[in-house]
């Protein structure tokens, strides 16, 4: 297997991006001839998010909801309705939260210039604050190997049906559902711990804000949740379908850090949000709007393997809000090789749910990719990382993203036990239980202290935290 440069993310999937999505025709119907449409059979009973396009129970392959190219966040006040906040801004009322606030979506002056803050604050009546937001974020991982043909289709039946658990999943010592894991998941104890948590994060749901999933790969049969709880935030329907060409920009992302989570806590459900477009890039609105969704769905752990340069108010503001209600966030610490994470890794200090993640190799050395610094929580095995991928096969994938969903999961075993800790402590017990003898080794002596308390330990996890 050969693994390709991981150049990455963020810079120059931004500028790719910024160009390709221009021909991109906002809202438009589904090409004649396409996919047969995923339909929704269960129609959400909530009222529908403010992106849904038409027939929004069907998906609708290349569809793209409107894009703005910044947005304004500001408080709710009293007597505020969003047609009151739509007249007096000029814009589209995007995420409406009574905790983390309103955001609205807004078009660039004719000049070209951002929206002024000054003015929208003056017609608003209360602080705001403009910030860019398409294309701010991108996902953090890149393809190593796709296995295609007759014997690389995927074998590992349904992730969630080996509920008998450890017994059926290890033989002698051997990760049978895909034994080319096997080292990755000896390296983090997966199999003690998924003896210490036999519940193997039953009732436990997880979010994956990303690029979707392959709804109808057989892995994730009886893996997901309800259909009412889905969303497509970018494609503006209610099928969060994994969209674009395998092997290219960040299509199988999404569905690979699912099934990296659902290997660590198979009897875990997955919340399948779409964020991110076939590019592997997208909108601030999009995520806040996914972040307050989970939260109002059920979700208790959020998987974030994505992350921006700059450090975006709006989300730092959904992921408080989020806290406050005892919803986790796993977070990748970004591949581009540097002493500074990506955001919102980089506020580990400031928002107290949140656990930021960085990658190592099966030595546990830092990956060439990973970003690392102060603000890393731990450290996990992100290279060449085997999971579903889109049509029945399946695929290693190298990132900070990968190795972020290994602690999604480890949270979800946790607390699908009697947890014997507060749940806000285990965010705190992930780095305090993780293995610090990455730092023995020399060559990760130039990144002390930077790579978190050490490589994420979920046995120990395990038996610091559950009855
Ligand atoms: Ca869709």
């Given at each position: 297997m050969t693994r390709t440069p991981v150049a990455l993310l963020l810079l120059s999937i931004t500028a790719t991006l910024l160009a390709s999505c221009n021909s991109a025709s906002p809202a438009t119907a589904p090409a004649p001839g396409a996919v047969p449409p995923i339909t929704v059979t269960n129609p959400p009973v909530q009222s529908l998010p403010p992106n849904a396009l038409p027939d929004p129970l069907v998906d609708h392959p290349g569809q793209v909801a409107p894009r703005f190219g910044f947005t304004a966040a500001m408080a709710i006040q009293s007597g505020d309705t969003v047609a009151s906040m739509q007249a007096a801004s000029g814009g589209t009322v995007l995420t409406w939260d009574d905790a983390s606030g309103a955001l609205i979506g807004l078009n660039a002056n004719?000049?070209?210039?951002?929206?002024?803050?000054?003015?929208?604050?003056?017609?608003?009546?209360?602080?705001?604050?403009?910030?860019?937001?398409?294309?701010q974020l991108g996902a953090g991982g890149t393809i190593t190997a796709v296995m295609s043909g007759s014997k690389i289709a995927w074998a590992g039946g349904n992730l969630s049906a080996w509920s008998a658990g450890s017994k059926i999943a290890w033989a002698g010592g051997e990760y049978t559902p895909i034994p080319q894991n096997t080292q990755t998941w000896n390296a983090i104890h997966l199999q003690q711990a998924q003896t210490l948590a036999p519940n193997l994060g039953a009732g436990v749901v997880v979010a994956v804000i990303d690029t979707g999933l392959d709804l109808d790969h057989v892995a994730f049969k009886d893996a997901l949740t309800d259909?009412?709880?889905?969303?497509?935030?970018?494609?503006?329907?209610?099928?969060?379908?994994?969209?674009?060409?395998l092997g290219t920009g960040g299509y199988g992302h999404g569905t690979n850090v699912a099934g990296i989570i659902l290997q660590i806590a198979p009897k875990s459900k997955i919340m399948p949000l779409r964020v991110l477009g076939p590019d592997g890039s997208g909108d601030v609105s999009g995520i806040v709007s996914a972040?307050?969704?989970?939260?109002?769905?059920?979700?208790?752990?959020?998987?974030?393997?994505?992350?921006?340069?700059?450090?975006?108010?709006?989300?730092?503001?959904?992921?408080?809000?989020?806290?406050?209600?005892?919803?986790?966030?796993?977070?990748?610490?970004g591949n581009n090789s540097r002493g500074t994470l990506t955001y919102p890794a980089q506020n580990r200090y400031q928002l107290p749910s949140l656990v930021s993640v960085a990658s190592v190799d099966l030595m546990g050395l830092k990956s060439s990719f990973s970003n690392y610094g102060l603000a890393t929580a731990v450290v996990a095995p992100g290279e060449n990382v085997f999971a579903p991928a889109p049509g029945n096969m399946m695929a290693s994938w190298s990132g900070t993203s990968q190795a972020a969903p290994m602690v999604a999961g480890?949270?979800?075993l946790a607390l699908g036990q009697t947890l014997k800790v507060p749940m806000m402590a285990l965010p705190g017990a992930v780095s305090f239980s993780a293995a610090n003898k990455?730092?023995?080794?020399?060559?990760?002596?130039?990144?002390?202290?930077?790579?978190?308390?050490?490589?994420?330990?979920?046995?120990?996890?395990?038996?610091?935290?559950?009855?």
């Open positions: 004719k000049d070209g210039t951002a929206p002024s803050a000054s003015s929208l604050s003056a017609s608003l009546g209360r602080a705001v604050a403009v910030d860019a937001n398409r294309d259909q009412s709880t889905w969303w497509d935030f970018y494609g503006g329907d209610a099928v969060p379908q994994d969209e674009g060409t972040i307050n969704w989970a939260v109002a769905h059920g979700a208790k752990v959020i998987n974030l393997s994505l992350g921006s340069a700059t450090n975006v108010k709006p989300i730092n503001d959904a992921l408080l809000a989020a806290a406050a209600k005892k919803v986790l966030t796993v977070t990748s610490a480890g949270l979800a990455i730092y023995t080794n020399s060559a990760n002596w130039v990144y002390a202290a930077q790579l978190g308390s050490g490589e994420l330990d979920l046995a120990a996890l395990m038996s610091q935290t559950v009855k």
